[in-house]
């Protein structure tokens, strides 16, 4: 085993020098251009089919393929599972990276594509496509920020998995029984805290991990949060073979850059420019509020456009998301709150809840900002914009970009339309959200409060 030396970040790195750089792969530029051919949303199965067949048929498009599953090289399996989802093309970010991700040796990964272009798929594959059937233990291994997204990304492994013999386990809070010793599955999925642990206590052994994957990677390293409960996990994976680090986000800012190429060295890289993080299919809007208590008053009268499909409201603090939800319940509307504060069993079913439909509107923090994929979510709203000091920066009042993005994402999925809309309420807020306008080049257009007719004509336009 070569000898380790623990750097200044923290990293245990080989004394020895490591292989040559990978030359990095380059996403070609997209431009801006409508896609073809897109309509209204989940009017009908075979209306939806036909405008992700057209998009994916657009070389403009982050949906765009010029391949097949098959000439990807997967398993015949896995070819199945694909397939039973109902996908038929992979996009553009899947033909990109599956042939770097499979490839021999197994190469590290830094991966960037837009929200909801199944980035989550071409990690899972590449889990399901390294492990070995016959060993009964843990060769994979994926962290989330969020026991929401850790359970949805657990969901693509069992479904792409369903016609081979994978054996899964959650790392998430509240999950394993007491007395748990010894987890035999060979892909585990979890939140850092609680993957920490169980590999302390020797729960997990992870001498034959293969595979360790970051989603949402960008937010795991940050410094200012998951950064160091993620190192600790790497830090105890084996280093008897080579692990495959693969780190997959739709926004990777600056600050992490440089710790994300150390945590995964000599990675294959696939990287947007900033003009292109946001999707085209999500129309940004807002709404000029004339004081806080004015901005209920306004989502109040949503309401009704709230629910024409499923809507995700996000609030700055817990509290604010408990007040509002409990006082539109007391008004007559039906709505659930979900935050980090809420217990593991509340929290799932708050979730699958939404998920199932049975609740239309979900007030929330930035708890679910990332990965979260409800296809009929076709509104987002931010009731407070996402500002830098809720990353623990403190006293920072500027707009924090990448989590505006992240939250705008969790509408305009694979190809759909959305909507989504800024309340601002003085001139700060303003200033804020001009920022974010100048950040991502996209314009944010103004929808009238009072008048109520225009709005909805607006939206319904946007969504068409
Ligand atoms: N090739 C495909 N054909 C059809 N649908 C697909 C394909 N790949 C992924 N999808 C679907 O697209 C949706 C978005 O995928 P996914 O959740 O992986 O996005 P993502 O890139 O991880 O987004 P985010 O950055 O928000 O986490 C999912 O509902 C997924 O099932």
Redesign the pocket.
């Known amino acids: 085993m070569a000898s380790l030396e623990k750097d200044a970040d923290g990293f245990y790195t080989p004394a020895e020098s490591s292989t040559a750089p990978v030359v990095a792969p380059k996403v070609e530029e997209e431009n801006d251009a409508e896609p073809a051919g897109a309509s209204d949303l989940v009017s009908s199965t075979f209306e939806v089919a036909v405008t992700?067949a057209d998009q994916?048929a657009d070389p403009n498009s982050p949906?765009y393929?010029a391949k097949s599953?098959e000439a990807l090289g997967l398993h015949q399996d896995l070819l199945k599972g694909?397939y039973d989802?109902?996908?038929?093309?992979?996009?553009k970010?899947?033909e990109r990276a599956m042939p770097l991700l499979l490839s021999n040796p197994p190469t590290n990964m830094i991966g960037q594509?837009?929200?909801?272009?199944?980035?989550?798929?071409a990690f899972v594959l590449t889990m399901l496509s390294r492990i070995d059937y016959s060993i009964n233990k843990p060769q994979a291994i994926c962290l989330a920020p969020s026991r929401e997204?850790a359970r949805?990304i657990m969901s693509?492994v069992v479904a792409m998995g369903k016609f081979t013999q994978v054996q899964t386990e959650y790392a998430i809070k509240d999950h394993l029984p007491k007395g748990a010793t010894r987890i035999t599955a060979q892909v585990i999925v979890g939140t850092p805290g609680t993957m920490t642990d169980l590999m302390r206590r020797k729960v997990i052994d992870p001498s034959e991990v293969k595979v360790f994957v970051l989603?949402?990677a960008d937010n795991m390293l940050d410094q200012d949060g998951l950064g160091d409960q993620t190192l600790r996990v790497k830090n105890m994976l084996p280093r008897t073979h080579p692990v495959q680090i693969i780190l997959?986000?739709?926004t990777f800012p600056d600050h992490v850059r440089a710790f994300a190429s150390k945590f995964a060295p000599n990675a294959n890289k696939i990287e947007l420019q900033q003009n292109e993080l946001s999707v085209d299919g999500i129309r940004q809007f807002y709404m000029d509020c004339k004081n806080e208590e004015h901005k209920y008053d306004i989502l109040v009268s949503l309401y009704g456009l709230l629910t024409v499909g499923q809507s995700i409201i996000f609030c700055k603090h817990r509290q604010t998301a408990d007040r509002i939800s409990q006082r539109m319940t007391a008004e007559g509307h039906k709505v659930a709150s979900l935050h980090g504060a809420k217990d593991a069993a509340e929290r799932d079913a708050i979730i699958d809840g939404f998920r199932e439909g049975k609740e239309k509107v979900l007030i929330t923090t930035n708890v679910i900002a990332?990965?979260?994929?409800i296809?009929q979510v076709n509104m987002v709203v931010n009731y407070d914009l996402p500002l830098m000091n809720e990353r623990d920066r403190g006293g920072d009042e500027r707009p924090d970009i990448e989590t505006y993005l992240?939250r705008i994402?969790?509408t305009g999925?694979?190809g759909r339309k959305g909507i989504s809309i800024n309340f601002v309420h003085d001139r700060k807020t303003w200033l804020q959200m001009e920022q974010i306008e100048k950040a991502l080049g996209k314009k944010i257009i103004r929808i009238e409060t009072n008048d109520f007719d225009e709005m909805e004509e607006k939206m319904k336009k946007a969504l068409k």
Request: glycine residues 12%; proline residues 2%; without cysteine.
């Open positions: 992700l994916q949906l393929s599953f694909i989802m109902g996908f038929s093309k992979p996009s970010i899947q594509s837009q929200s909801g272009t199944g980035k989550t798929a997204l949805q693509v989603d949402e997959f986000s739709a990332r990965g979260i994929d296809l992240h994402g969790r999925r694979f």
